[in-house]
């Protein structure tokens, strides 16, 4: 056996894919457990990071220059970027990043295109259309993305809709689909440039009448299309790493997307195809008024109540409220109440979004019950504080059909005797809606940043009975 | 060379594979989940790194550069979100 360096290093490169491919699969199924997912996330980093120093083994030093400018001009400023940035962005953070990777993988059927073009090379059919197949999906994925990412980030108002949009994206991801199975007939530049074009175009398109709590569905299913697509890229490069960690997301990103759509109780297509949010009641349709509250009034509706629920939404998250929220549920039972925070399953921009935000404010784990649970337990509920949370508790849900968030599953917030909405503005939520809960007889609103609002509470529950408790 | 049959095995298997780890995951860690897997599809960098060092042509080196970047930003980006939320979970666990 000759164990030159020319063989000896493609099958030392293979042997660490294989190793970074296990330790993709164990990180991912640690990632699963709260006890062990900081060990698993490590783990994918250790296999990230072996499969590229592998792959310079086996790229022999060509455009070494351009790949090391490349990789440092991706990892610096994401980086410092995903270092720095605060905990509430983290969603279209998450985002921004699995467009990246969907952009990847097209970039990378792209190149492989336009070599066959310049080399005359003629690659399999199998090859073509898994190149082209795969630039579909990431592209999609990529363009869909940075528009999910600049809604959730605020930089786009909420949704954009037009009468036959839906006939309007099917033709052209139809004509998209066309251009795709003509490369697969015969690759020619133009066409491959269209292609392309058209591909960033319906992923825009399939994004953006799409609003509210269905966001989060959305990033996952991206999340899934940039593994299938890097998986599909992967065979064209004849890479088993991609194929498998990409397959793994793909198919995981697909189970994972199903629980949060069968949560929010809309099947995938529902939330893709229904134009969701916007529309539905307006304020004048709604009987009664919103009544607002002044902090003493609340606080003392807190001091007489046995068992307070706490229903925390985004707007907790944005006035980062978690902390002086928990110290207000801290001073409420030393007065010896019961307390609780229910967690709509996606509540926030994500689902886990708010137990993440509770945890790192030290809430035990076993006073967040999830909405199954703690719906009955509204009935017996004398003050229900609802803090940032608008949509998930909107009984419009339950009642109006023509809704367009009808047949969400909601916090029955309404049955609580009392209920404190802790919220900036009389504005809708982030889907557009108007909340008939708002305008209910037991409902008060106290108008206030949350963290305020929370600190206000405390020291008027103090001013009460002098702090102590009894 | 891995070819048709052989290629369909992997991808079938991989798929199971994905749907299996993660079939009985509790709520509070489906964002992490979802980061972390986003942070696993990074690995098309190594893809895109091949791409560009077979790419001869001005264009091929613009689209791997491109590649290369985004792929990175893709991996770097997706653990520093994700270990960042996970280290949540241990400090809570402190108090």
Request: overall charge neutral; some cysteine.
């Amino acid at each position: 056996m000759n164990l030159d360096m020319a063989t000896l290093l493609p099958n030392i490169a293979k042997a660490s894919y294989l190793i970074a491919a296990v330790l993709f699969i164990l990180g991912i199924k640690r990632m699963a457990s709260p006890v062990t997912a900081r060990k698993g996330i490590v783990q994918a980093g250790i296999g990230m990071v072996l499969a590229t120093l592998a792959t310079f083994a086996i790229t022999g030093g060509h455009n070494l220059g351009l790949i090391v400018g490349a990789i440092a001009l991706g990892v610096i400023p994401t980086w410092l970027w995903g270092k720095k940035v605060a905990m509430t962005d983290m969603p279209q953070m998450v985002a921004l990043f699995n467009g990246m990777g969907g952009g990847s993988a097209a970039a990378i059927g792209a190149g492989e295109m336009i070599k066959f073009v310049h080399t005359g090379a003629v690659p399999s059919k199998t090859t073509l259309v898994l190149a082209v197949v795969g630039a579909l999906i990431g592209a999609i994925s990529m363009s869909g993305s940075v528009i999910a990412w600049a809604k959730l980030d605020g930089r786009m108002d909420k949704r954009f809709t037009f009468p036959g949009q839906q006939y309007f994206n099917l033709l052209v991801f139809i004509v998209t689909v066309g251009l795709g199975a003509m490369l697969v007939m015969k690759l020619e530049v133009p066409v491959i440039v269209a292609f392309f074009a058209l591909a960033l175009l319906v992923g825009v398109l399939m994004t953006l009448p799409i609003g509210g709590a269905d966001m989060p569905v959305v990033i996952s299913l991206y999340n899934a299309f940039t593994g299938l697509a890097v998986a599909f890229e992967g065979y064209v490069m004849q890479i088993e790493a991609l194929i498998i960690a990409g397959m793994v997301v793909g198919a995981a990103g697909m189970l994972l997307t199903q629980l949060m759509a069968k949560a929010m109780n809309r099947p995938i297509s529902g939330v893709l195809f229904s134009n969701f949010g916007g529309g539905g009641q307006s304020a004048a349709d709604i009987k009664g008024s919103m009544k607002p509250i002044e902090p003493s009034d609340a606080a003392s509706l807190l001091y007489m109540a046995d068992k307070v629920v706490i229903v925390p939404g985004y707007g907790m998250a944005v006035a980062q409220a978690q902390h002086k929220i928990w110290e207000l549920c801290k001073q409420l039972r030393e007065r010896g109440k019961e307390i609780k925070f229910a967690i709509h399953p996606v509540a926030g921009r994500m689902p886990g979004h708010m137990n993440v935000l509770l945890a790192e404010a030290g809430v035990p784990y076993d006073l967040i019950v999830d909405m199954d649970e703690i719906n009955p337990e509204f009935a017996t509920t004398d003050v229900a504080i609802v803090i940032g949370a608008n949509d998930v508790v909107n009984p419009v849900a339950k009642t109006d059909k023509s809704s367009p968030i009808y047949g969400m599953p909601i916090l029955d917030v309404a049955n609580a005797r009392q209920v404190i909405v802790i919220k900036r503005g009389k504005g809708a939520g982030f889907a557009g809606i108007e909340n008939a809960l708002f305008y209910q007889d037991n409902c008060k609103m106290l108008y206030a940043d949350g963290q305020a609002a929370a600190a206000s509470l405390s020291t008027e529950l103090k001013a009460i009975d002098g702090g102590g408790g009894h | 060379m891995i070819d048709g049959f052989l290629a369909l095995y992997i991808f079938l298997l991989a798929a199971f594979t994905g749907h299996e780890i993660i079939s009985r995951v509790p709520v509070i860690l489906h964002t992490p989940l979802m980061s972390g897997s986003n942070f696993v599809h990074g690995i098309v960098l190594v893809g895109a790194m091949v791409a560009l060092a077979h790419a001869d042509t001005p264009i091929g080196k613009v689209i791997g550069f491109i590649g290369v970047a985004l792929g990175a930003g893709n991996a770097a980006g997706g653990y520093v979100v994700t270990e960042r939320m996970l280290d949540m979970f241990k400090s809570s666990k402190g108090k």
